[in-house]
């Protein structure tokens, strides 16, 4: 059964920081991208971040460049967001998801076969 769950979030003052995991299990992890999403409410759902060790590539979106940094960690088959410099305007539920489809180092959501449940993201102003 393929899983991805997704911990780490919270609520937090805007500037603090928080670091989300994701783990994966019931697929060969090495095979795919795992990426960030994050939706908030009555928004739809935007990518964030991409981690692609098959390709050894990692994104990130501009509105959170130089505040977000992705990582992963192959032989635990998790990959983490850390979030510095919060701002109310990433309050979102964030999801990670898994892809074999990367584009310019990105997760295009169009490709996504698995995605996680999600865990909420609050940055109080």
């Known amino acids: 059964e393929v899983q991805l769950v997704e911990s780490g979030g919270g609520l937090v003052q805007a500037g603090g920081s928080l670091r989300l995991s994701c783990a994966a299990s019931?697929?060969?992890?090495?095979?795919?991208?795992i990426g960030w999403f994050r939706q908030a409410p009555g928004k739809e759902r935007e990518e964030v971040s991409c981690?692609?060790?098959?390709?050894?590539?990692?994104s990130v979106v501009n509105s959170v460049k130089g505040r977000f940094t992705i990582s992963g960690d192959n032989a635990k088959n998790t990959v983490y967001l850390q979030m510095n410099s919060l701002k109310p305007e990433d309050t979102a539920v964030y999801y990670c998801?898994?892809?074999?489809?990367?584009?310019?180092?990105?997760?295009?959501?169009?490709?996504?076969?698995?995605w996680g449940k999600g865990t909420l993201v609050t940055v109080s102003s």
């Open positions: 998801a898994a892809t074999r489809l990367v584009v310019a180092g990105t997760c295009p959501y169009y490709g996504v076969e698995y």
């Open positions: 019931g697929f060969t992890f090495d095979d795919y991208a």
């Open positions: 981690f692609a060790s098959f390709d050894d590539s990692t």
